[in-house]
């Protein structure tokens, strides 16, 4: 069975917190708040994949806390219903404007709110796997560049607000083409397929990230992780990928090796992401100048 989807309850009134928990918690996993200021830092937290929001709260309205939680690049996309006694058509046209996906009125209907609920869900997991589909390379598995570029600017512009070192690997094949005229073109998907996996399977966070830039190169891009840390990780792809057997059909086998170009910062409001991959690269163009099958940081 797959992961339950999450979603988010924001009420102060305790009653509506349990009848909602008791009522969708065997389909979903449930967090509850009770305090609105914390509504946003919660939803960052918790990542939901639908939030159920009380209109009327003390000190903060509802209408506030969808209108927070779409200023935050984090939160922007989560999709909110609320919860409302109110019936009025401009209490609803407000909602609607700020971009409230639908609605439960008070007093609860349990049929209407899983219905509600359930549809909403539903929407979510299609456009995952829509995004997924559309941000993945479909011969590894791993993020594409697409995906890669997107990823990149959200973790930029977390690590220029935090102040925190973002590294990036750029990484290539050795001799890959060479190795495709050696051994034909299903050997060297294989040999792709075995880097990507290596790759991901060397990341150990949710939060570290590997995509195929195009053709033999790929990316990996840590978070939060500093020079120190990240030369042990890519000494350790490096290793692994060059202690790995690529089985051939015909029984025979072989294997490749990868040159890693890395480089650590953490940017300023005046820094670019242009600048900082260019490191990385040149980084790697070092590696393979040098004799290939290593790690070279960038100065």
Known sequence: MGEKNKIMIVDDEKSNLIYLNHLLNAEYTLYSVRDAREAVERAIEYRPDLILLDIIMPEISGYEVLAALKDSDITREIPVIFITGLSGTEDEMKGL???VEDYIAKPFNDAIVQLRVRNQIKMVNQMRRIEY???SD???GIGNRRSFDRRMTREWQ???RAQSPLSLMMIDIDKFKIFNDTYGHQQGDAALKTVADILKSS???STDFTARWGGEEFAVLLPMTDISGALPIAENMRAKTENTVIPCPDGTATSVTISIGLHSQTPS???SIDDFISKADKALYTAKETGRNRVCKAE
């Open 138 to 140: 479909q011969l590894t």
């Open 203 to 205: 990341l150990t966070r």
């Open 158 to 160: 977390t690590a220029v």
């Open 133 to 135: 589909l559309s941000m």
């Open 97 to 99: 404007a700020l971009g």
């Open 269 to 271: 409001q005046d820094d």
